[in-house]
């Protein structure tokens, strides 16, 4: 009997020698062999991208904290210096005429105590004279109407030349002269009658709606004098010396 319990002790110790060598050869294999990976993952989502968090920096976006083209001081046509509303000019005030001589306050009537009458022959047309008026005040005149003329001791004045009227009042700035022609008499024709020889002449002026503009003035003559007689004329007072000589 002993030698069957021997042989079965036998087979039962390399049955577990066989068993052992099987696990050491299972743990072996999982630690170099084959590598067991677990259950599949999903791949992870890619990290957002700059532009995709926190704050955007797209150019196009004009809201939040952005610092594209909607942000910022603008110099277009809306803060900048575009076709905005347009300042109205002050009005400038009124000429007072205190330091302006040609402003209508200042204005007066030319005659005697502001101006310089001179008489001057002519060559042409002929037995004419020509009168030339200066302002020698400090201010713009009006010369309305025509030369009052007085030769020696005549009482009475000689008529105007209707044609010869202008478009507007002659007006004279300080400095400035004026002009009448007088036709002395009848000429070659022999017109005229009461022929005379005259060495005095005084010349008077018009008001704006008067024959009296104030004080007259003295104009000197040849020595010899001057020939007139009863077709006696004279124009209105005229801008040029070529108009007064025109009749």
């Known amino acids: 009997m002993a030698a069957p319990t021997r042989s079965r002790v036998r087979l039962l110790t390399a049955a577990a020698t066989v068993a052992l ?11 170099d062999g084959v590598r067991d990976e677990g259950a599949s993952q999903q791949p992870s989502k890619s990290a957002p991208a700059d532009g995709d968090s926190g704050k955007d920096t797209s150019a196009g976006s004009t809201t939040g904290n952005k610092t594209g083209s909607g942000t910022g ?12 509303a347009t300042t109205k000019p002050k009005p400038q005030p009124a ?3 205190k330091n302006n001589p040609t402003a209508a306050t200042s204005r007066v009537t030319c005659n005697g105590s502001t101006l310089k009458v001179t008489a001057q022959s002519v060559s042409r047309p002929v037995n004419h004279m020509l009168l030339t008026v200066t302002n020698t005040g400090s201010k713009r005149c009006d010369l309305y109407g025509y030369p009052a003329v007085r030769f020696g001791e005549a009482q009475s004045v000689p008529p105007v030349i209707d044609d010869s009227q202008p478009q507007a009042v002659v007006s004279l700035p ?3 002269s004026a002009y009448a022609g007088v036709a002395l008499s009848g000429g070659d024709d022999g017109g005229g009658s009461n022929g ?10 018009q008001g704006r709606n008067t024959n009296d ?4 003035a003295k104009a000197a003559l040849p020595a010899k004098g001057v020939y007139i007689d009863d077709s006696l004329k004279v124009t209105y007072w005229q801008q040029s010396m070529s108009d007064a000589l025109t009749w």
């Not at 005379?196 to 002026?205: A, G, H, I, P, Q």
């Not at 503009?213 to 007259?216: A, E, K, M, S």
């Open 21 to 31: 060598a099987a696990l050491s050869l299972t743990a072996c294999n999982n630690g």
């Open 73 to 84: 001081t603008s110099t277009g046509s809306g803060n900048g210096t575009g076709a905005g």
């Open 95 to 97: 000429s007072t005429g």
């Open 174 to 176: 300080p400095g400035q």
């Open 196 to 205: 005379r020889t005259e060495k005095t002449l005084e010349v008077f002026f």
């Open 213 to 216: 503009g104030g004080p007259g």
